[in-house]
């Protein structure tokens, strides 16, 4: 676990407060989704392609975020998935997924989220310091969160990442992007890894595939296309556990390849992706 520098955090904050604050916005907008939820749900628009849905409840849930956060943290920058970014002045950004799955919330499936990080610095995956995030699971209420240097823990107790004795008898979570061309060429990355790995997992939420690693029910994750609100609070939960996050080839975890677990699992996968040049032909935005 890694302590935050002073200069990343204003005067009279500390990260324990601000992941309070994590929990507390994503389990209300999580409470807000969960009631809200008609038996029917309705595509209120899309957005990369026909298959990438925004909800009516997308909008009213980051509504809700913005709203608390401006209420309690006035001066705090915003990203979000759904609205206009917010402009701050104290050096801390919010950065929100109102539902991380939104196909899975469409559907009526299982893996769907609220994720709410705070980062110092540019709201930037390769910039930023994640100093606090939670992701909480609408469905079956899991909650996940994490500080910087606090380590991670789900519904209040402390997680750690497993490990597994092998690449081979690893359990691997994955993602795949909205575009039918790119979506191909993810197929051919795949069929180059399942051999290699015990079996594969596509649960269809990058915030709830990082908690699950988080807490051992996955062994490694990797995804290519991940947005800054798909990954901010599952990456602190992740590190916290004691994961390595990185991309390939040397470069950070971000939108070219994101790449987690225990560190000697992640190198031999990392590998194995670059070989296929992994994050040359992978996916775009999910929901």
Known sequence: MISPA???????????????????????????????????????????????????????????????????????????????????????TWVLDPIDGTVNYLYGVASWAVSVAVVAGPPEPASWTVLAGCVHSVADGRTWSAGLGEGATRDGAPVHVGAPASLSTSLVGTGFGYDAGRRREQAAVLARVLPEIRDIRRLGSAAIDLCLLADGSLDLYYERGLNPWDMAAGVVVATEAGSVVTGLRGRPAGNAMTVAGPAGLVEELARILEEVDADGAGGVDRG
């Open 6 to 92: 002073p200069h990343e955090l204003p005067d009279g904050v500390t990260v324990t407060e601000l992941r309070d604050l994590a929990v507390r916005l994503a389990t209300a907008a999580g409470t807000l989704v969960r009631e809200g939820r008609p038996e029917r749900v309705e595509v209120a628009a899309t957005k990369s392609s026909e298959v990438d849905p925004v909800t009516v409840m997308d909008r009213a849930s980051e509504d809700l975020l913005r709203e608390m956060i401006a209420a309690e943290r006035p001066d705090d920058a915003i990203l979000g998935e759904e609205g206009d970014d917010v402009p701050g002045t104290s050096g801390l």
